[in-house]
């Protein structure tokens, strides 16, 4: 959907974060209790990629703190009810070729 390609656009793998604007349309998108869910889902499913991925894992992280604050009250109650999807990034780790761990962001 546009809504889930908008998400996967803001936590791509490039090596710049997600835009002032993608985290508006998103933040505003959230209202929306289709949008809600698509976004929370492609969030919670870009919060488990591993290795290489690493920038999925920051970058979603980085939209997830711009919604907790301008957001709808349903990304709020999400995180709270799904803490541990966020807990278990204690232990990320990724060491890129150089042996320098890109996970420590």
Do not use: C
């Amino acid at each position: 959907s546009d809504t889930q390609a908008k998400v996967r656009d803001a936590t791509s793998n490039d090596p710049w974060g997600p835009s002032g604007t993608q985290m508006n349309d998103l933040a505003q998108r959230s209202f929306n209790q289709n949008d809600f869910v698509e976004i929370v889902e492609m969030l919670d499913h870009r919060l488990r990629d591993t290795g290489k991925n690493w920038r999925h894992v920051f970058k979603a992280l980085v939209v997830i703190d711009y919604l907790l604050h301008a957001g709808s009250e349903n990304i709020v109650l999400h995180y709270q009810d799904n803490r541990h999807s966020i807990r278990v990034l204690k232990t990320f780790q990724y060491l890129d070729d150089n042996g320098r761990d890109q996970g420590a962001n």
